[in-house]
């Protein structure tokens, strides 16, 4: 029976979170043999931090070569980048959505990278071209139905917050309006 690489790798990795690595490192201890655990507990549960990996690095990481949340000061998280895995303060999403962009791009700058960067009730959204922090609007709930053929080539509205009571702004066969959500 033949394995392919990634069924190999899978098997590897289950085999390595069951069995409780220790990973000798002498080198850490100025050459006195220590024993090190770098497994994450995947056999017992532990509480994740709040929160997630921000999208860019933007700060001073208060530790380096990290493996899970648990190996951060705090509240950090332990999070993967260019330079490796190191702990940073986590980002946390905002509820809302953010806004299509009405016409063309914004301004090609980076003025957030996270929703956290921001401040009151805004989000962190593309702009276009970069990232700006914008107030966003909420979905109301149930669905779209799909377009009708009923030509109706104009932009009504952009979101649900700008429909009347449950109503929720859809496409149309050729733009956005206003119309009753599926159950």
């Not at 000061?73 to 980002?91: E, I, R, S, W």
């Not at 914004?106 to 989000?123: I, L, P, Q, T, V």
């Not at 109706?152 to 702004?169: I, N, S, T």
Request: net charge negative.
């Amino acid at each position: 029976m033949e394995m392919n690489s990634s069924a190999l790798c899978a098997l590897a990795i289950v085999l390595l979170a069951i069995v409780d690595l220790k990973i000798v490192s002498a080198a850490e201890t100025g050459g006195k043999s220590t024993v090190h655990d770098t497994s994450c507990s995947l056999t017992v549960p532990t509480l994740q931090k709040a929160g997630h990996c921000p999208r860019l690095l933007n700060v001073v990481p208060s530790h380096k070569g990290c493996v899970c949340d648990k190996d951060c000061p705090g509240d950090d998280k332990c999070c993967v980048f260019d330079c490796g895995a190191v702990c940073v303060p986590p980002a946390f999403t905002k509820p809302g959505m953010c806004p299509r962009r009405l016409w063309g791009s914004g301004m090609c700058a980076e003025f957030c990278s996270n929703d956290s960067d921001c401040s009151n009730d805004e989000k962190c959204c593309h702009n276009g071209c970069g990232h700006e922090c914008i107030t966003p609007y909420t979905v109301k709930p149930g669905r779209c139905a799909l377009p009708k053929g009923t030509p109706m080539c104009a932009e009504y509205c952009y979101h649900d917050g700008q429909c009347p009571e449950e109503q929720k702004c859809c496409r149309t066969t050729c733009g956005h309006a206003c119309s009753e959500p599926c159950s």
